[in-house]
């Protein structure tokens, strides 16, 4: 498994945070998930970006069409079954 509750990992957000305090919660994380290696690559940053704009997007909007939340839905399963896979 990729991703474990570990020390480090919560180390590494905590410090991360103290030093990119303009970030938003989400960006911190996907910063520290790439920094410790879990998103090991650009398309699974840029995908994680994107995710979280899309969501603040649906989040922050008086409507949203379905379809909209459906692909975001799909796209954040997609990130975490890579996260979470062997």
Known sequence: MKVKGTKEGALALSEYRQ????????????????????????????????????????LHRETVKEENSNETLLELRGILEHLFSD
Do not use: F
């Open 19 to 58: 030093t990119h305090p303009e970030e938003g919660g989400l960006e911190c994380l996907i910063a520290v998930a790439s920094n410790m290696g879990y998103l090991e690559d650009d398309i699974w940053i840029k995908q994680a970006h994107k995710i979280r704009k899309k969501g603040n997007d649906i």
